[in-house]
């Protein structure tokens, strides 16, 4: 008998429909039920491709007896974090605070009031390491709560007020200056990983930010220091396990620091970033290296990610069908030599072990290896290397595939719009651009009321519930901007526009400048959560400033500018102390030092070839966060375009900052001089 997730859009709540447990999705109605039967509350936050939640579904959700015991003592919610960022990230800051860890699964307890007293992780079925079972930690919790209400009542109350005395240090409301810049970069130099490339220790996180950071401070400064840590960090990456070497894309995170074994779930906003990354690192370098990651990356996103509706699915699964029936972490993607001798014969198959550094010990469990492109002496026949790709992708094929999270989450679709619009006109496909603009027809087809609200997700071309966040404006924002900049339609930038000011209206503090995840008017929880530190993707606080300034270099808006600028006074205070964490802020900094430069191109027609060239110079330029206007005289989709004629007739090319204009040039190898550096 399905429960009452049963009518949801999300996959990870449709994946406990059919648990015994009596789930409640969050709702006023549940917590209304909890303060009706005098029951507290257990919330199980998680999402669909997470491992540990698949494994303590199966063990306890999936258990009729643990399930009965719920039932009896709890009012039970299951809520998506990719869904409820918001929910999410209120009581994931309570369980840090609490125990000084956090992650997925996460387990709240909570009073009727939605107030927390008790947390956790994963827990196991019976005790283990030290851990205590479930089953113990929910007769402890009844128990507290059957016979010491009062207590428990206190501590939950106490966590309430400590959490609401945790508000934002926001430093000043000045901006980052070259000073701040200069040290958040020694910062990176003192954790950066000369070895293996990335910064810290394991498990290891792909930097993307951090790497579009270096790339621009590069582009400002000439610092070779930076160029150098996001070649060897993208390149040590590409060549490593977490890279799929046969398919294209990244996965999650290395556990160690070799970059040789990842945790094996896809993730948009992971393979958005990390496209744009190396077409940047391309841009910046002309790295062959980098033009083929970039290029095999969004053809993954396309191929595998791209819904029927046109938009991109959140993530593919971790976990799949050994072939067995037994679902096991990785499947899909290691090799044993014996597999690769039946694929491909003996011959080839030493090669492709050779090649793919497959060992007879194995490099993750079981003997198996995962795929990885080391370092070699000596030169491999290109031709045979591709037939061998070819063939263990074809095979690869026929085992059972990962499964898929196919609900479309409006933000992370604004990274993967930005990175396949540049991809597609920086290596001049088409078909990557039309991909992009499918999906941002999709977001404003489905995502955007009438009152350009913007809603968080939709599944199978049905929205969902939820309200957006400021991550989704901010990044579909960014979004619009860099598909108005590729494709000359206006439409695009007047979009960003709309969801902007709601970013002005409904985010922004106006006495401090800070910015809020979730709007004014939304749902209100115990706390209202603000956090400007980049994270796995750009913070909605960074990300937004990001597109306010690119808006405001665009149009000339001076609201946007100035609420830009102070949002970055957080980066002033973070960027010198914690640089990892605030990666996408630095690189909002760079583009604020260098203007951003606004650059117009004018020519006969769009279509006119040199036009086009004089367009796609313009869009290979280094120079940081700067933003492109493409049309004919006198055309009114941008306001850069405004007064911008024809010199001698010929395309030309009108480049400002600060104000200062340089002389408009006819020539591209002028303009190309003009935005590098």
Known sequence: MPNRLAHETSPYLLQHADNPVDW?????????????????????????????????????????????????????????REERPDVDAVYMEAVQAATGQGGWPMTVFLTPDAEPFYFGTYFPPAPRHGAPSFRQVLEGVHSAWTDRRDEVAEVAGKIVRD??????????????GEEELARALLGLTREYDAQRGGFGGAPKFPPSMVVEFLLRHHARTGSD????????????????????????????????REWVVPHFEKMLYDNALLCRVYAHLWRATGSELARRVALETADFM??????????????????SDDGTGKHVEGAYYVWTPGQLAEVLGAEDAELAAHHFGVTEEGT????????????????????RIVSVRERLLAARARRPAPGRDDKVVAAWNGLAIAALAETGAYFDRPDLVEAAVSAADLLVRLHLDDHARLARTSKDGRVGANAGVLEDYADVAEGFLALASVTGEGVWLEFAGLLLDHVLTGFVDPKSGSLYDTAADAEKLIRRPQDPTDNAAPSGWTAAAGALLGYAAQTGAEPHRTAAERALGVVKALGPRVPRFIGWGLAVAEALLDGPREVAIVGPSLDDPATRAMHRTALLGTAPGAVVAVGTPGSDEFPLLADRPLVGGEPTAYVCRNFTCDAPTTDPERLRGALNG
């Open 364 to 383: 993750f469990e079981e003997g198996a290896s995962v795929l990885q492109l080391p370092q070699h002496e000596g030169v491999f026949d290109a031709e």
């Open 302 to 319: 396309v191929r595998e990610l791209r819904t029927n509706e046109g938009g991109f699915a959140s993530a593919l699964d971790a976990d």
């Open 225 to 256: 220091g930076a160029l150098q840590m996001a070649q060897d960090t993208c390149e040590r990456m590409a060549r490593g396990g977490i890279y799929d070497q046969l398919g294209g894309g990244f996965a999650r995170y290395s556990v160690d």
């Open 163 to 176: 959490l609401a005395a945790r508000e934002i240090s926001y430093g000043d409301t000045q901006t980052p």
């Open 24 to 80: 409640w999705p969050w709702s006023e109605e549940a917590f209304e039920e909890a303060r009706g039967s005098g029951k507290p509350v257990l919330l199980s936050v998680g999402y669909s491709s997470c491992h540990w939640c698949h494994v303590m579904a199966h063990e306890s959700f999936e258990d009729q007896q643990t399930a009965d015991y719920l039932n009896a003592h709890f009012v039970n919610i299951k809520v998506d």
